[in-house]
């Protein structure tokens, strides 16, 4: 009877272990698989090249009255294009009905990469009607654009950004 009782009781310990073993284990597994989700290490992420923002152009055109202004000149928008990204151009008049006109610079060939708004000056103290002809060669080809007039005896570097000839 002894030898039963042995017999018994071993097999209950190892039961037992069995039981103890097991759920050690799949304590171990299960905190395992936690952690590898809530601290696991994420993959290195794509570098993308990720444009800065750009103003939108209603808010560039009304910094740039207030601005006139501000300066003692005098600002109106004479057509009104797209106000998310419709291109801008301005109209500088002179005291002598001479008239520049400042346009959008070719983006491609500025090497600040700012998001900025570049212009050029694409005509420099003309005639009215040559603007006017200038103006609406663009208007045919970009309904959206934006055309500002102002009216300001001094040179426009400071109020707008205006790329470098080279």
């Known amino acids: 009877m002894l ?3 042995s017999i018994w009781l071993q097999f209950a310990v190892v039961r037992l272990l069995s039981i103890v073993l097991l759920a050690l284990l799949s304590a171990i597994v299960f905190d395992a698989g936690r952690r590898a989700d809530s ?3 994420a993959p290195p992420a794509i570098a993308r090249y990720t444009p800065p923002m750009r103003l939108r ?3 560039f055109v009304s910094a740039l009255i207030r601005r006139v202004f501000g300066l003692g000149g005098f600002a109106a928008i004479e057509r009104k294009g797209a106000e998310a ?3 801008i151009f301005v109209r ?3 005291r002598d009905g001479r008239e520049t006109l400042f346009a959008p610079a070719l983006q491609m060939f500025i090497e600040e990469e700012d998001g900025g708004r570049w212009f050029e ?4 103290t003309a005639e009215r009607e040559a603007l006017d002809a200038v103006l609406a060669r663009e208007q045919k080809f970009d309904s959206d654009l934006w055309i500002v007039e102002i ?3 001094q040179e426009v570097e400071g109020l707008l950004p205006l790329a470098s000839a080279s």
């Open 3 to 5: 030898f039963h009782v």
């Open 39 to 41: 601290c696991s290490i």
């Open 57 to 59: 152009s209603d808010i």
């Open 85 to 87: 990204s419709g291109a």
């Open 92 to 94: 500088q008049r002179f």
């Open 121 to 124: 000056r694409r005509l420099v």
């Open 151 to 153: 009216e300001l005896d």
